[in-house]
């Protein structure tokens, strides 16, 4: 029933992908295609190109360096749930996405360049003061998660970048992880949480799908690390949030749920 | 005996290995492929209908009302439904016009070029404003149907006065093969179709109808999956398809999108539902009152049989000496309701399980203390009079409390749960289910079954299709059973309406109870004449002394109406149903108080089946009820928009459960047998979906304190609910 007659292009390389994707602007790039093809079945995508980017080469290893890991653009979320040293928020976070077959084929850098409000593995991202490696003919640049989205599916890529991979520093603290959805597999989040705090020293408190980007809630973690109270960290979260009503959930709820979900993770961590 | 064993089922391996050809897997020679123009308005005239100039039609056929050679109807009981649009259109995705082309994105890309002049009229779309509404949608007052039926003796003593108010909304069948149909020309002139389909003979009428002569055969492929959604709703894909081959000179397929398939289809009814009872002080009930509204849509299809079954229904397995029940089925603007699992009684079993648990709450009794006082016995009477014998309620009462007792595996949660937040319950409820048609129904139908022999094996002919319950192997089941060989020599023919009997709809829980009781008596029928034929002897000494005779031996049967059973449509006072299942569900689940999300660990379900004729099937049948139940309670929401059209058209924001949903699933089949089914047994296909949601309900009000009369109890509504204690 899908058809797509749209030529597709398989690089071989790095740099053939770096090439390709400089001689085709208009071109789709599909990493897993796991929302390529939700897009093509329901018509609302009609590539005239496409970039295949699964298979090549460089971009699914997970590396080690002074002060921090490096996960290629194109791990999924199987590879990341099965490699001993992967971050465990973002374990958690792979680990609700759709279900296994959605988890063997979904890439973290689909996710992060579909950059949809309500991707399950974005927040993590800015919990963990991530910055994105994004490649091209023209070089390398790299850009902070927290600078990365910057409207409703609006990034800070240029037409002929790859997002290559993923750098995230070495960082202590409490985490927390929860995605509340409907149901418990192929479910799209209604709320989507990822925190970090070192007490007295930073916090970040990062959702996704309670605002038209992934987002942080900036005076909620300024409170909390001037020692604030738990009541008036939560209720800057409900302020700071900016979910609307759709076919999925309302704004009240997720508005009223984020702030619940945070005020049970510190509720929860050990007095210092 | 193969009775009482789980013999793999017949269509099982083709299924699991993909070999089945479904509706949409068949490609006749130079098929073309069809599409519907459907109507963007709820409530319109149509100004003008016509084909767009830039586009090139030649190499698609267009079809309209002014093309339907018979009547423009969609035969069912009344003939509201137009089978196209002819000048007004009264729901949201109504057709209006056809078209077939080689390819489907050639007919798609087609429907995007008919363009439709509407002048919009005032829509209504809650059943309460539209009943009596000057905005005419059906008759006098967009009443399909009222019912009321009053019995019993009313109360003088004192007594507490209970009222609640309960709701229902909207739900999709949800089969896993969207609509799908095929017509194809025959040599005669006639039309052959093939589809997805429950009820072949519902069709054959309808094409017959449509097109003014008798020369249609309608045969089942292999069907994924009906729930209701597959009974009438069909009707309407085979007269499109005739219509499009006939336009076409070849044939046509019509297979939905499920996105269009979710948009058009029949629902189940959402139903309002008020209650008030008289209760003495000590918790048993005196009266109950009862109003009941059901919204069905747009067209009447089968909406006064569900008022009829939820009015039948909503005593609940309860002795009350005095009722006094009104229900009324009102037209909207919406597309039409239909036949759902259950048919009506999930709605009114809904309400009145939530209504014994306000009156618990009132006089201070524990919910289930209160069920058992009031629990239906030997020779109680109900509300039309019927005296019930051997009923089952405490049967399944105590199955279930005692497969209960095991301790509870708390199922893994997902990660970021903290553990404070989930808070446990457990939920009781009883349901009652009349199996097979309401009232003298099967007198009106008098289903037929055929068998045939051919060589030494014997070919079951029936109506009654497998789709997915296990009809195809049921059958063969009990005539090799009650002939005496073994079931690898009995099997049904293709369900086709050129040589197959009427063995009356694939519905109501009728089929194995009903029809496989026809194949019991059509077997001994067929001995019988192979004994007066042939002399004395076993089975295979009687089909050798027929093969050699060369004489062909087909017998049919049709189904006896046992004559005590007394029924009066115009009074509904008589013996409304043959016989009915009982059931009871103990739901553990816990909530988080955070979100308002229920996570089920456990379900366990006792059934009065009759006799389990495959245990494996029975219980596949009960725990995916179970389950359907489930999401009917807590996830599956239909949003509309203005229009009254459906919103969360994917599978992605319509919410089911899946796998992971589910809980551990204990089920417990009691078997207190019918004597006029097969072996004793008893409809299972409906009461599944009976008793669950109420139980979720009971389980979540102990968890957290949250009252929730109304479905679904979303997670948001269960936040609510929380917030408002």
Redesign the interface.
Same mark, same amino acid.
């Given at each position: 029933?899908l058809?797509c007659e749209a030529p597709v292009f398989r690089p071989r390389t790095l740099d053939e992908a770096f090439a390709m994707r400089a001689a085709m602007p208009d071109a789709t790039v599909l990493a897993g295609g796991t929302d390529v093809m939700?897009y093509l079945e329901?018509g609302v995508l009609k590539p005239t190109r496409i970039i295949d980017l699964w298979g090549c080469p460089g971009m699914r290893e997970l590396r080690f360096t002074t002060g921090g890991q490096v996960y290629g653009a194109g791990l999924t979320c199987t590879d990341v749930l099965r490699a001993m040293h992967s971050h465990p928020l973002l374990?958690?976070a792979a680990?609700?996405v759709g279900?296994t077959q959605i988890q063997n084929r979904a890439t973290l850098g689909g996710n992060i360049c579909n950059s949809s409000p309500a991707g399950d593995t974005l927040p993590v991202w800015l919990a963990l003061r991530a910055e994105f490696e994004l490649g091209c003919v023209r070089g390398f640049r790299r850009v902070p998660a927290s600078g990365f989205w910057r409207g409703y599916k609006k990034i800070d890529m240029q037409p002929d970048e790859l997002l290559v991979a993923i750098r995230v520093p070495a960082l202590a603290g409490h985490m927390?992880?929860?995605?509340?959805g409907?149901?418990?597999?192929?479910?799209?989040s209604?709320?989507v949480?990822a925190g970090r705090y070192s007490v007295g020293k930073e916090a970040c408190l990062a959702f996704g799908a309670v605002g038209p980007t992934p987002m942080r809630c900036t005076a909620a973690e300024a409170a909390l690390v001037s020692g604030a109270s738990i009541n008036e960290v939560v209720s800057l979260v409900e302020q700071e949030v900016l979910p609307i009503d759709d076919?999925?959930?309302?704004a009240l709820?997720r508005r009223?749920?984020a702030g619940?979900?945070v005020?049970?993770?510190l509720?929860?961590l050990p007095r210092a | 005996m193969v009775i009482g064993t789980s013999p793999p089922r017949r269509d099982g391996m083709d299924k699991l290995t993909g070999r089945s050809l479904y509706s949409d897997d068949l490609r006749p020679d130079g098929v073309w492929y069809g599409a519907t123009v459907r109507s963007t308005r709820a409530h319109a005239r149509l100004r003008s209908v016509r084909r767009s100039e830039d586009f090139d039609w030649s190499n698609v056929v267009f079809v309209t009302a002014a093309d339907i050679p018979g009547l423009n109807v969609v035969s069912l009981m009344t003939d509201d439904q137009p089978v196209l649009a002819d000048g007004l259109v009264r729901h949201v995705t109504e057709p209006i016009a056809l078209v077939a082309a080689p390819t489907?994105?050639l007919a798609l890309e087609a429907v995007r070029h008919v363009l439709v002049e509407y002048e919009d009229l005032p829509a209504l779309f809650d059943p309460l404003v539209a009943e009596g509404h000057g905005v005419r949608i059906f008759g006098e007052d967009n009443v399909y149907k009222r019912i009321h039926i009053e019995h019993g003796t009313r109360t003088n003593t004192t007594a507490h006065l209970i009222r609640g108010r309960y709701t229902t909304g909207l739900q999709e069948q949800l089969y896993i093969e969207p609509q799908s149909m095929i017509a194809e020309l025959r040599p005669d002139g006639g039309i052959t179709l093939t589809g997805s389909m429950q009820c072949p003979y519902y069709i054959d009428r309808a094409v017959k109808r449509m097109l003014g002569h008798d020369r249609v055969n309608v045969a089942q492929a292999v069907t994924g999956g009906g729930f209701g959604g597959k009974e009438e709703y069909p009707s309407i894909l085979a007269c499109h398809a005739s219509l499009l081959a006939l336009a076409a000179g070849r044939p046509v397929k019509i297979t939905y999108?499920r !996105?269009e398939d979710l948009r058009a289809t029949t629902k189940r009814h959402p139903a309002i539902i008020d209650l008030a009872t008289l209760v003495s002080s000590d918790g048993r009930l005196l009266e109950l009152h009862g109003r009941i509204w059901m919204d069905g849509g747009a067209y009447h299809t089968l909406s006064t049989v569900v008022l009829s079954r939820a009015i039948l229904h909503v005593q609940g397995p309860y002795r009350c000496p005095y009722v006094d029940l009104e229900g009324t089925v009102v037209a909207t603007n919406t597309p039409p309701n239909g036949a759902f699992r259950g048919f009506g009684a999930p709605q009114a079993q809904w309400a009145m399980e939530r209504h014994m648990d306000r009156i618990a709450r009132h006089v201070g009794m524990d919910p289930l203390a209160l069920r058992r006082l009031n629990l239906v016995v030997d020779g109680d009477v109900t509300a039309t009079g019927q005296t019930l014998r051997n009923p089952g309620g405490f049967a399944v009462l105590e199955a279930a409390e005692r497969a209960a007792t095991a301790p509870v595996k708390r199922k893994h949660v997902?990660?970021?749960?903290?553990g404070?937040?989930m808070r446990e319950g457990r939920g009781v409820a009883l349901a009652w289910h009349g199996c097979g048609f309401t009232g003298n129904g099967e007198a009106k139908i008098r289903g037929t079954v055929g068998l045939e022999l051919r060589g030494n094996q014997v070919a079951v002919l029936s109506s009654s299709t497998d789709i997915g319950q296990g009809t195809e192997t049921i059958f063969p089941m009990i005539v090799a059973d009650t002939l005496g060989i073994p079931m690898s020599r009995v099997f049904n023919t293709a369900h086709d309406t050129g040589f197959v009997p009427d063995s009356g709809p694939t519905v109501a829980s009728r089929t194995a109870m009903v029809v496989g009781g026809t194949c019991e008596k059509a077997a001994q029928r067929l001995l019988r004449a192979l004994r007066e034929a042939h002399g004395e002897g076993d089975f295979d000494t009687l089909a050798a002394r027929a093969a050699a005779a060369g004489t062909p031996m087909r017998v049919n049967e049709t189904y006896e109406v046992d004559a005590s059973v007394q029924w009066n449509p115009d009074t509904y006072q008589g013996d409304a149903y043959p016989c009915y299942g009982w059931s009871c569900v103990i739901v553990d689940l816990r909530v988080d108080v !955070?979100?308002?999300?229920i996570?089920y660990d456990r379900v366990v379900t006792a059934t009065d089946v009759g006799k389990a004729l495959s245990p494996v099937l029975a219980a596949g049948q009960i725990e995916g009820g179970t389950l359907q139940a489930l999401g009917w309670a807590t996830?599956e929401e239909v949003?509309l928009d203005a229009q009254g059209c459906m919103?969360?058209d994917? $599978?992605?924001?319509y919410?089911i459960?899946?796998? $992971? !949903?589910g809980p551990e699933m204990v089920t417990e089949l009691v078997e207190i047998p019918y004597e006029g089914g097969p072996f004793g047994a008893k409809g299972i296909g409906e009461i599944p979906m009976d008793a669950p949601a109420a139980a979720v309900a009971q389980a979540i009000e102990a968890a957290c304190g949250a009252v929730l009369d109304s479905l679904p109890m979303?997670?948001?509504r269960v936040?609510?609910a929380m917030e408002a204690r």
């Open positions: 029933m058809r939700v329901g374990r958690d680990a609700t279900a927390h992880f929860r995605k509340v409907t149901r418990m597999a192929q479910s799209i209604k709320v949480f076919i999925r959930s309302t709820y009223k749920v619940r979900i005020r049970r993770w509720d929860n | 489907r994105e999108r !996105d997902r990660p970021g749960v903290v404070a937040e !955070d979100t308002g999300e996570i996830q949003v919103r969360n994917r $599978l992605t924001n919410i459960p899946t796998a $992971l !949903d979303t997670p948001e936040f609510a």
